[in-house]
């Protein structure tokens, strides 16, 4: 058989996988690795995240782009986290060959509709509609200067999303992202692809825990408001400690914490902190205010947590419904937390998962089913 190799090219440099978007890159490439694709990986790099060796372990070659921010990349008509990610370079190496490109998230989108690339098969990996994304931290963020920003990308982003109609194929973490992509792009061919993970195996402990956790990057504004909603309008009154653990937490979060009296703000644990918080809770709460994408910390929480409380919007299409308990608002939520502290976590509970994730989140599943759609075996 011939060789498959695959051009990735990559928003960030997807180690280490420390945040929702890298996670999907890192472990697609290293399952793909593992099952014969040879990889060719551009990467845009950031201040902070360096250059890794790690990468070359999975990799063919593994190519690095400064991204240019700037005042040029932001008076671009493309919205400015697609203008600052383009590279003569990249689109040099793009071209040395015939191979499929697979481009990471509508960030990485800047030469999907190059001419120099109109006959090779490419690929769109959909992990957010991105201008209700930016819509949404329009409407949560406090900072007027940010919600500008924010307001505009939205509207850049929803121009510039026409561009995804020279994709060959749409790969989307959740169902009812399919559904949008679909209905706007009646001709490209869509298809469901659950976000690829660092999870193996069900890892939960049973019986009881002594307090509730939410975990999330606090530095991000959506985040920033679901935090706030638990201390103030969920936990306000529960005789239960809340927990909030996660990245750079703005300064008003951790004066709210303080007053409450019932909850304890943990600042950027790292990965074995972050891991023994979430299995040793009894209950991991999360809320979110955006339906878009899929949530890699609900399917980190499930594969590791006790049980774990939602609200509809945190599984917006991923078919993870049974194995959560949902509340809507803060009086529901209420209710189902002091329920579920008067209950133990089972090993029945821990069997029902590990059916439904190895079902549909087998990362080497969805790595075969990947290959063959790029490599056209079906």
Do not use: W
């Not at 997807?14 to 929702?20: A, E, Q, T, V």
């Amino acid at each position: 058989m011939p060789e498959n190799h695959l051009h990735i090219v990559s928003f960030d440099v997807p180690y280490p996988p420390n945040y929702g978007g890298v996670i999907d890159v890192f472990y697609k490439i290293k399952t793909l690795n593992k099952q014969g694709v040879r990889i060719h990986l551009h990467c845009i790099e950031y201040p902070g995240r360096t250059r890794s060796d790690e990468l070359d372990k999975y990799c063919e070659e593994v190519h690095y782009y400064n991204r240019k921010t700037g005042i040029l990349s932001a008076l671009s008509i493309k919205p400015y986290i697609v203008s600052s990610r383009r590279s003569k370079e990249m689109i040099t190496n793009l071209i040395k060959d015939d191979y499929p490109i697979l481009f990471e998230g509508l960030h990485s989108c800047y030469y999907i509709a190059d001419k120099r690339l109109k006959k090779r098969k490419k690929i769109y990996r959909e992990s957010n509609i991105e201008h209700r994304y930016y819509y949404n931290l329009f409407k949560v963020d406090r900072n007027i200067r940010h919600k500008f920003y924010f307001l505009f990308a939205s509207i850049k982003l929803r121009l510039y999303q026409q561009v995804l109609k020279h994709a060959s194929l749409m790969l989307v973490v959740s169902q009812k992202d399919a559904i949008y992509l679909k209905k706007h792009f009646k001709t490209n061919k869509v298809f469901y692809l659950p976000s690829f993970h660092s999870n193996k195996t069900v890892n939960t402990l049973i019986n009881k825990g002594n307090y509730a956790l939410y975990h999330g990057n606090i530095e991000v504004p959506e985040n920033a408001r679901a935090a706030e909603f638990l201390i103030n309008e969920v936990f306000n009154d529960l005789d239960i400690p809340l927990v909030i653990a996660g990245m750079n937490p703005p300064e008003y979060i951790k004066k709210q914490a303080e007053k409450s009296g019932n909850t304890e703000l943990v600042s950027n644990p790292d990965d074995k902190k972050m891991f023994d918080l979430i299995r040793n809770a009894h209950v991991n709460v999360l809320v979110t205010f955006q339906a878009t994408g899929l949530k890699l910390k609900l399917l980190n929480t499930l594969y590791n947590g006790r049980f774990c409380l939602v609200n509809k919007k945190m599984l917006n299409g991923t078919m993870l419904d049974d194995l959560c308990i949902i509340g809507n608002d803060a009086i529901e939520l209420k209710s189902k937390i002091k329920e579920l502290f008067r209950q133990e976590f089972t090993k029945q509970e821990i069997e029902r998962r590990k059916i439904t994730l190895q079902d549909m989140y087998s990362n080497e599943r969805n790595a075969q089913k990947l290959i063959d759609l790029t490599f056209q075996r079906q």
